[in-house]
Each structure stands twice: as structure tokens, then as C-alpha cells.
């Protein structure tokens, strides 16, 4: 079992449906970070959070420490917004050792116009 | 262009041959992180310097790869005897000291024939 288990893997979406992705971990972390994956590879950064809610814009990420979950939502998604999302975590471990991340498998959304 | 940067973009390679990569991360980013995707799936931890110092090494990282970062900036990992199974996009990330944000790289993706 990976460490880091993200669902669904596939999403295809309406223009301006409301979407959520779910990230569960099994392991300790000190951090959660949610990322974008645009086709070609670039990986860009959402979010880093390890308590509560962020918002940026459309996006809003959540966590439960005790639930070991997160959530990423989109709101009001466009077409744009297709792309591999993919929740990532720093192991509690890994404090004072390097803090690499370790990734879940991705989920792969689509918004249709 | 101030972020990560990564050369070649991609590589096609016969099995058997050598390749060698290079990272160049964001500028007094003092850690320096390879990670290895393949098809369909999340990123996987290689390797992690801080400054010069190879700190941390998968155990993905067999013998024929090595990593370097001779001088604490830039970073080079090397593939010898390429394998089919090689074939993947090489992702390189930096940090700041004191902080945990990763800032990746475009990746490099390697096809090995």
C-alpha cells in the first residue's frame, strides 16, 4: 500500500462544476503539499499547509491532521484548469534529514468547456 | 528566467549508451533534490544534496546512477549502461534554506531505445 493514496485517479468535469480531489496518508507528516502537473511535465506548486485551509483564488486545500486527509477543491473549474494534480507529503521523519517529499499517485482532471 | 532549469529537455538514447543530466537550481537555493516519474505515476525521491553534500540516495538509485553538485549550485546525475526501464522524466526541485517550499524544474525526459 502506498503511503500516499489519492482519489479519484481520472476526473472529467463541466465547466464551472465545483471539484474535489482527496489525498489520504498513513504515515506521520510535518507538511502536505498539493502540486500541478501541466502536460510536457513542469510541476508548479498550490499549496503547503499542515493544519486548517488555504485559499488561493479558486482553489481551496484542506487538512485533518487526525483523519490523516486532505482535500483540494476547485471552484467554478474552466478548461484551463486540466492538468495532474498531485498531493505530496513530508514525512515527520524526514525533519532534520533533507524533507523530500513523497507523492501520491496523481489525479488526472479534465474540464470540458 | 530565475526558476529551475534543467537541460537537455529531452533525450533519446540507445540502451547501453551513457547519459548525463544537469540541474541548474534557483539561485542561493542551498538544497537540491532528483526525482524520477514514470508514465501514469507520481514522482519518486533519487536523490538530495545539501549544498555539495549528497546527503540522502534512494534505493531506487542503483549503481549506474551518480549524482553530483560539485560546487553547491548547479547538479548533474549521470546514468551509465542505460536500461530500457530507465526510460522516465528526471525531475529536479530546489529549496531555500529555512524553508520547505520545492520549486521543480521543467524535468528532462529520457527515452532509451
Known amino acids: 500500500k502506498n503511503e500516499v493514496e489519492q482519489s479519484p485517479q481520472n476526473l472529467t468535469a463541466q465547466e464551472g462544476e465545483f471539484i474535489t480531489i482527496n489525498c489520504s496518508y498513513s504515515?506521520?507528516?510535518?507538511?502536505l503539499h498539493w502540486l500541478q502537473q501541466h502536460p510536457g511535465g513542469g510541476i508548479v506548486s498550490l499549496f503547503m499547509l499542515s493544519s486548517g485551509k488555504k485559499k488561493h483564488g479558486r482553489l481551496i486545500a484542506t487538512i485533518n491532521i487526525q483523519e490523516k486527509h486532505s482535500s483540494l477543491h476547485i471552484t467554478a473549474s474552466h478548461p484551463r484548469d486540466s492538468a495532474v494534480y498531485i498531493c505530496a507529503v513530508r514525512l515527520a521523519s524526514q525533519e532534520t534529514s533533507g524533507s523530500r517529499l513523497t507523492f501520491g499517485e496523481g489525479t488526472q482532471l479534465t474540464v470540458n468547456p | 528566467d530565475t526558476g529551475v532549469s534543467q537541460d537537455p529537455r529531452h533525450k533519446i538514447t540507445k540502451r547501453g549508451q551513457n547519459v548525463t543530466f544537469r540541474c541548474d537550481p534557483i539561485s542561493e537555493h542551498n538544497r537540491l533534490y532528483w526525482y524520477r516519474q514514470t508514465l501514469g505515476q507520481g514522482p519518486e525521491f533519487l536523490t538530495y544534496?545539501?549544498?555539495?553534500?549528497?546527503?540522502?540516495k534512494s534505493r531506487l538509485l542503483s549503481d549506474r546512477f551518480s549524482a553530483e553538485r560539485p560546487k553547491g549550485s548547479f547538479s548533474t546525475l549521470e546514468i551509465q549502461r542505460t536500461e530500457q526501464g530507465d526510460s522516465a522524466m528526471y525531475l529536479c526541485?530546489?529549496?531555500?534554506?529555512?524553508?520547505?517550499?520545492?520549486?521543480f524544474g521543467p524535468g528532462t525526459r529520457l527515452t532509451v531505445t
Open positions: 544534496f545539501q549544498n555539495e553534500a549528497q546527503l540522502e
Open positions: 526541485a530546489s529549496s531555500p534554506r529555512f524553508a520547505y517550499e520545492q520549486y
Open positions: 504515515v506521520g507528516i510535518s507538511a
